[in-house]
Nanobody, 116 residues
């Protein structure tokens, strides 16, 4: 699956970023979509999940109230709006489609760096 992640970058504490993940994938609208992140030297963390239809979303406690996940199945895209960023949000962020084929793939990752 050809996946393009974008939107990462370097920002200061309190600023915002919007990550995008676009997949050229058959049946994108059947996949639960997730955002994961992995900070240097730390285990991977599940940040957010969204049901195939976009009606159910979950967030980790560390980002709840600051991050908003959305999806546009017509565009085969998912997004992660990240507000009020903190230094501890610094990580490589990955989108992923959960489950078996045609789901079960990961994006290449995009770096987010937050500094004071």
């Amino acid at each position: 699956v050809h996946v393009v992640e974008s939107g990462g970058g370097s920002v200061q504490v309190g600023e915002s970023l919007r990550l995008s993940c676009v997949a050229a994938q058959y049946a994108f609208n059947t996949c639960e979509m997730n955002w994961h992140r992995q900070a240097s030297g730390k285990e991977r963390e599940l940040v957010s999940t969204m049901s195939p239809g976009g009606t159910a979303t979950t967030y980790s406690d560390s980002v709840k109230g600051r991050f908003i996940m959305s999806r546009d199945n017509a565009k085969r895209a998912v997004y992660l709006q990240m507000n009020n960023l903190k230094i501890e949000d610094t990580a490589v962020y990955y989108c992923a489609a959960e489950g078996a084929w045609p789901c079960g793939w990961w994006g290449q990752g995009t770096q987010v760096t937050v500094s004071s």
